[in-house]
């Protein structure tokens, strides 16, 4: 890992903070609206060792006491239990600064199975779910005891390689997978109304797209030319659901379609979540399915990311570089000229082929009131109420 941007913090009075960074970085300030820089106790923080991190430097471990069985914050409600796999209890915070919330008791519950959330709302055994498959829209919308709230999309889905090993250390194999896939067929058919094409590996809304990157269009490459169609391991992901991949084994298929028909050969490798994303990770898949939701409004969080994640040879130290110097640049204007430089560079290589900016639903039932949906995917409940 490379030298923290984090220096020190001091107080000068008790309404001032003043956080000093080890280099320049015009990304720090929206980066602070990140839900990790919400304020904690202090007091809580000490007593119950929020600082014993586990793991690795490229993997640690943050299952501290205070995360886990003692989060004590400002928010507007308290912790009370967390059954892991199962449910998390939080009770009304009467001490709250914007007064105490409308709901007594939530219960964040854990489904996996998007036919069960489903069925537990329509049971009213729950009062509502995120992550609502494409498939289920329609029906919802003819539900007169549920209401649909619409995000807009600030993620990215994406097929990416690890461009260090066979085929894909071939740029011609690259370019022929982004060829191969008929994006605009699988946005219709297995995404949720609403969702873009994505052109790059970051939202169109943010500063720093590119409108002249290149582009890839649907065109069968490797099947009409004397190339050796080669055999490609493709990984998906089981037990998960994403706004980019609502039903990540629907996307697999749709892709691995599209690829057979242009002349290859596909090896699926089904993998559980969290031995997925530790495979991806270290390397050991050769390509595969992922994303990332914006969490605050900036190029560097979705290309700082992908950088960090996606196995991509020499290239990735150029990379690195080029966005380390436009996380530095502090003007605007100049500054969204770098990430233009660095998605045309990106576009260019292929470390990946960018399928759909997606946006996030999430289904209540009516009784729910005050809901107002975030493209963030944040849930504040401060607000809401249950009608009678």
Not at 187 to 215: C, M, N, V, Y
Request: glycine share 8%.
């Amino acid at each position: 890992m490379g030298e923290s941007l984090y220096k020190s913090c001091s107080a000068p009075d008790d309404h001032t903070a003043v956080i000093e960074l080890s280099r320049p970085s015009a990304s720090f300030i929206s980066a602070l609206s990140m839900t990790p820089f919400s304020i904690a106790s202090p007091a809580a923080l000490e007593k119950y060792d929020a600082d014993a991190i586990g793991g690795s430097a490229d993997q640690p471990d943050f299952n501290s006491p205070f995360g886990a069985q003692h989060p004590v914050g400002t928010g507007p409600y308290t912790f009370v239990s967390w059954d892991h796999g199962d449910r998390i209890t939080l009770q009304a915070n009467p001490s709250y600064w914007g007064g105490r919330p409308k709901i007594e008791k939530l219960v964040l519950r854990v489904l996996k199975d998007p036919t069960a959330k489903l069925q537990g709302l329509q049971a009213g055994g729950i009062d509502g779910f995120s992550a609502v498959p494409a498939s289920m829209l329609g029906g919802l919308r003819g539900d007169s005891k549920v209401e649909l709230y619409e995000g807009k999309p600030f993620d990215i889905g994406h097929v990416s390689f690890n461009s260090s090993v066979k085929p894909f250390d071939d740029p011609k194999i690259r370019q022929a997978v982004a060829h191969a896939l008929n994006r605009p067929a699988l946005r219709q058919a297995k995404l949720p109304p609403g969702t873009e094409d994505a052109t790059q590996f970051i939202p169109s809304s943010l500063a720093g797209h590119a409108a002249d990157a290149t582009t890839y269009a649907y065109d069968q490459l490797i099947k009409e030319s004397k190339t050796p169609r080669p055999t490609i391991e493709f990984w998906y992901p089981t037990g998960i659901s994403r706004p980019y991949m609502p039903n990540p084994q629907d996307i697999f298929q749709s892709i691995q379609a599209d690829l057979q028909a242009a002349g290859f050969t596909v090896q699926p490798k089904a993998k559980q979540w969290s031995e997925y994303v530790s495979g991806l990770l270290s390397g050991k898949a050769p390509m595969f399915m992922f994303g990332l939701i914006g969490t605050y409004p900036d190029a560097s969080y979705f290309l700082n990311l992908y950088a960090q994640q996606i196995t991509m040879g020499d290239f990735k130290d150029e990379l690195k570089k080029l966005l380390a110097e436009a996380d530095a640049t502090v003007d605007p204007q100049a500054r969204a000229s770098a990430y233009e430089k660095i998605n045309r560079k990106m576009m260019t290589f292929l470390p990946g082929v960018p399928y759909g900016n997606v946006p996030s639903y999430v289904a209540l039932s009516t009784r729910v009131r005050g809901y107002v949906p975030s493209p963030l995917d944040h849930f504040d409940f401060a607000s809401v109420e249950l009608a009678s």
